[in-house]
């Protein structure tokens, strides 16, 4: 999986490059946060592609990462979600856990 990873308004930014699909494995994410974790970096932000759409096991892979971060007192954040993934975080009630912000620029 192609992931872009820099750092913006104190975040560490993970952009999957690749479209999000169901039969995606997203579990090269959570090696990616486990770094950051281990670089004290706890305020971490993913950023997926126009086309994705998570699936039940993608979702468990954000969930796992978003625990890791808890864990460790940090935040996750999404970046310009699409509708479709909008929607999911909507129904799940997870808009409420993670924080969700239209641009890079906005993290705060």
């Known amino acids: 999986m192609n992931i872009k990873s820099t750092v913006q308004n104190g975040y560490r930014i993970l ?3 690749d479209h999000i699909g169901i ?3 997203l579990s090269d994410l959570i090696t990616h946060v486990e770094q950051a ?3 004290n970096e706890t305020s971490i932000a ?3 592609t126009e086309d994705s759409y998570l699936f039940s096991n993608s979702i468990r892979i954000i969930m796992q990462c978003f625990e890791m971060i808890k864990d460790r007192e940090g935040t996750l954040a999404l970046i310009h979600p699409n509708e479709d993934i909008l929607s999911t975080f909507r129904v799940l009630d997870l ?3 993670i924080n ?3 641009s890079s620029a906005e993290l705060q």
């Open 15 to 17: 952009d999957i490059q």
């Open 23 to 25: 039969y995606t494995d």
């Open 37 to 39: 974790l281990q670089n």
């Open 46 to 48: 993913l950023c997926f």
């Open 95 to 97: 808009d409420k856990i």
């Open 100 to 102: 969700i912000f239209p």
